[in-house]
């Protein structure tokens, strides 16, 4: 009986222990989350801001080289999306032999 009792004891206190390990690890985890969502909210700000001025600049004749930049040309990029080939020929010759009005 004294040995179960020295046995609980002992788990009780090893249990307390990981408790404590666990918690300043959850600490520790949260503290590091946070400044990492935090520099990536700056981050997401500061490409946001730039887009937005670079989409707000008119210069005419530059229609295409906003579109080109939007778009991915590249057809080998991603394997799981849908095929947008010919819709990437139709802008690809748009930019090469744009609309007459």
């Not at 989350?33 to 707000?56: D, I, P, V, W």
């Not at 080998?76 to 090469?96: A, F, N, P, T």
């Amino acid at each position: 009986k004294k040995r179960l009792e020295e046995l609980d004891a002992a788990s009780k206190v090893t249990e307390q222990e990981w408790r404590e390990k666990a918690k300043k690890d959850l600490e520790e985890w949260n503290l590091r989350q946070n400044e990492q969502m935090e520099k990536n909210r700056a981050n997401n700000r500061a490409s946001e801001e730039a887009f937005l001025k670079e989409s707000k600049e008119e210069t005419p004749g530059s229609e295409w080289e906003k579109v080109a930049q939007l778009c991915d040309f590249n057809p080998k990029s991603s394997k799981q999306s849908k095929d947008v080939s010919r819709m990437r020929s139709v802008l690809i010759s748009l930019k090469q032999t744009p609309l007459s009005r």
